[in-house]
């Protein structure tokens, strides 16, 4: 079982920055972990993947604005968001494993233009 834990959302202005950070508990931390974001009334959607060894993907959306990141050590995966736009408004969901097997509680993104 893992057990993931998120902080950093929050209210921010259009072209400002954010950090993610997602602590998994309860594994050796060897899956690939990401984030993937809903938007109201839209459709829950993957915004960037990481695996152990740091290979990374990213949504078009956000290529070049984000930036995933992992520290093993920690157990902990980031999101460095910067440039953020209004349509980057969501709930951001830590996700671990290749399913994703498990699902954070989730954190809310707010950006205002």
């Known amino acids: 079982q893992v057990r993931l834990v998120e902080s950093g959302g929050g209210l921010v202005q259009a072209g400002g920055s954010l950090r993610l950070s997602c602590t998994a508990f309860g594994s050796i931390f060897t899956s690939p972990m990401g984030w993937y974001r809903q938007a109201p009334g839209k459709q829950r959607e993957v915004v960037a993947l990481?695996?152990?060894?740091?290979?990374?993907n990213y949504a078009d959306s956000v290529k070049g604005r984000f930036t995933i990141s992992r520290d093993n050590a920690k157990n902990t995966v980031y999101l460095q968001m910067n440039s953020l736009k209004p349509e980057d408004t969501a709930v951001y969901y830590c996700v671990y494993g290749g399913g994703p097997d498990y699902w954070g509680q989730g954190t809310q993104v707010t950006v205002s233009s």
């Open positions: 990481i695996t152990r060894r740091g290979s990374t």
